[in-house]
């Protein structure tokens, strides 16, 4: 009996070893969602509130697995919806293929019903490959090239399927001229420097006496040799934001975040370093990088056309992190002087005290940072923390500790609100015995995360360990922005765009069958927190915290306390409460516990 289309596309997929699609089904769509369906013993069908939820979906996935995830979606506004998810896994390199439907071949060019120019559409977010299956022979080398290039490039492919092929009988490609026969399976090769490129970058790093190593997550898979690297030259480790969980935070030379969001450790390491060596990192901030030309620098990654780009780096090595490190390690010699190192490491203590510090700071209701500072050590092992952008990250990225074996990721590069919680259900279909914890801003959960919460109702009974945790930080404010109006242009909050509507996430998951959890306090986070971890089915810790503790960058420049100035002056709705809480933030900064 023939095969139709959809039903050899969903078969090949599955040879591919793709387990799981996101999506959400539509007319468009129609003749792959009945494949799925004969074929649900092969791979399973997640139904997402929404596309854009699905393409985050299969973004994560290929975050925590190193796996192609892979999103579908009908036409139209179907396949615009997946826009911002497939731009997430663009623009943080992960492999991710788009299923998408469309109108009937004869319909085309001729105004029909959501008939939208999909090739156009997905034209930059898939340019290394995007193709419409016009006939069956085509859909065999579509379906495989789209997944070879998305392994291969780390990228974003597409192929979108008119709906009256999908149901079309399916035949290989005949053995004539012009035919294509594509085969299967592809083995990342290990890309290694040559000897005379590892010479001179060891020169370089040999020569340092104060080096300083940033790391991304092109380092993921490589901690052990970065350590030992660190250990040989006696350089502390900063982390980019991706790169947070490539290394544990209990690490003594290892300085926390870089950047806006990162910590004064960090900033000092980069501002006093004469050698930089930089793995698998794109960080994009030049002021948080030595100056240009100050340093003698080295740049590993296995993508080219990323190497030197941030830094004018005097050598340049394209090769997988961890292979490269291990031709790099006996080139390297153990520096005797380790003045260097214990500086970095006095610092790195000093700044811990530092932050907790600031976290036992009394806040109204409740200090966002105290939350994180009390959460952190009481991680599940090998959790998996997704976090959301805003004020969010910034207490993910400097407060919470990470510890071996656990996983962490956000949206880097596009920096998009919304992945936190799609993040944290991928990651627990990846990893059913493990425990993700979503850390989600209240501006961001009512955006879209708060429709993933039905998706998590739907499915958690299916989970072997069905604990799932979503942080809501519930400040009825877009804080992030609100403190950038502040202090990069020096206005007043702007209510009318800021203000977030009051809602309590801890009666909504309760409304869904999910454990709600609501904090109003701060001497109720602890027994909180332990009834979280205690709960046998998914969570929603619905946090009260206070929107005028400032997200402080590591270094405050004088332009920008001019603006923070400027934005009391013209008369800022929470004035006194920000100048009250940064002032126990700066001063202890200086003075740890001396702030009231």
Wanted: proline residues 6%; charged residues 20%.
């Amino acid at each position: 009996m023939a095969q139709q289309v959809s039903d050899f596309i969903v078969g090949r997929l599955a040879e591919w070893g793709i387990q799981r699609i996101y999506g959400y089904p539509g007319d468009g769509i129609n003749g792959v969602m009945g494949a799925l369906h004969r074929a649900k013993d092969r791979i399973d069908f997640i139904q997402t509130r929404h596309e854009e939820m699905a393409a985050f979906m299969a973004c994560a996935h290929a975050k925590f697995t190193g796996e192609v995830g892979v999103c579908i979606s009908t036409s139209g506004p179907g396949a615009i919806h997946l826009l911002n998810g497939l731009y997430d896994a663009k623009m943080d390199h992960q492999p991710v293929v788009a299923i998408v439907g469309q109108q009937a071949r004869m319909s085309m060019g001729g105004d029909y019903q959501q008939e939208v120019d999909l090739l156009s559409l997905f034209k930059d977010v898939a340019h290394e490959y995007v193709h419409v299956c016009s006939e069956p022979t085509q859909a065999r080398h579509l379906i495989d090239r789209a997944i070879r290039i998305a392994k291969v490039n780390r990228t974003v492919t597409c192929v979108i399927l008119p709906n009256d092929v999908q149901e079309l009988d399916y035949a290989e490609p005949p053995h004539l001229h012009g035919s294509i026969h594509t085969g299967m399976h592809y083995t990342r090769p290990e890309i290694i420097p040559s000897l005379a490129d590892l010479q001179e970058a060891a020169d370089i790093l040999n020569t340092g006496s104060k080096v300083a190593i940033l790391i991304g997550s092109g380092a993921a898979g490589a901690a052990d040799e970065v350590i030992e690297i660190a250990e040989l030259l006696g350089a502390g480790v900063a982390k980019a934001l991706l790169g947070k969980a490539v290394l544990p935070d209990d690490l003594p030379f290892v300085t926390g975040s870089i950047g806006l969001l990162g910590t004064k450790p960090s900033y000092d390491l980069m501002m006093e370093c004469d050698t930089l060596l930089m793995v698998g990192t794109s960080f994009p901030y030049s002021e948080f990088l030595p100056k240009d030309g100050k340093v003698k620098a080295v740049q590993i990654d296995i993508d080219g056309r990323m190497l030197g780009l941030r830094y004018p780096t005097d050598v340049n090595l394209q090769g997988d992190s961890r292979k490269t490190l291990q031709a790099l390690i006996p080139l390297l010699e153990r520096k005797q002087d380790r003045s260097w190192r214990q500086k970095i490491e006095a610092e790195i203590d000093r700044w811990w005290k530092v932050l907790e510090a600031r976290a036992m700071k009394s806040a109204n209701p409740i200090n966002p940072q105290r939350f994180f500072w009390e959460l952190s050590p009481l991680l599940p092992d090998r959790c998996i923390l997704t976090a959301d952008s805003g004020s969010i990250a910034t207490w993910f990225a400097m407060d919470l500790k990470i510890r071996k074996g656990m996983m962490a990721s956000l949206s880097g590069n596009l920096a998009t609100m919304c992945p936190g919680v799609p993040y944290a259900i991928a990651a627990k279909f990846a990893y059913p015995d493990r425990v993700p914890i979503a850390l989600v801003g209240d501006g961001a959960m009512q955006m879209m995360g708060i429709n993933e919460l039905i998706t998590i109702a739907k499915y958690y009974k299916r989970w072997s360990d069905p604990r799932l945790m979503i942080v809501v930080l519930n400040n009825q404010d877009l804080n992030m922005v609100t403190w950038e109006q502040r202090v990069m242009i020096g206005d007043a909050k702007f209510e009318g765009s800021q203000d977030v509507p009051e809602l309590n996430y801890a009666a909504y998951a309760q409304m869904l069958g999910l454990e709600g959890i609501r904090i109003e306090k701060e001497e109720d986070i602890a027994p909180a927190l332990e009834q979280a971890m205690a709960a046998q089915k998914p969570v929603v810790l619905d946090v009260l915290s206070d929107p005028s503790v400032p997200p402080l960058p590591p270094h405050i420049t004088l332009k920008q306390a001019k603006n923070f100035t400027s934005s009391v002056l013209k008369g800022d709705v929470n004035a006194w409460d920000m100048i009250r809480e940064t002032y126990k933030e700066v001063v202890e900064n200086f003075l740890p516990h001396h702030s009231k």
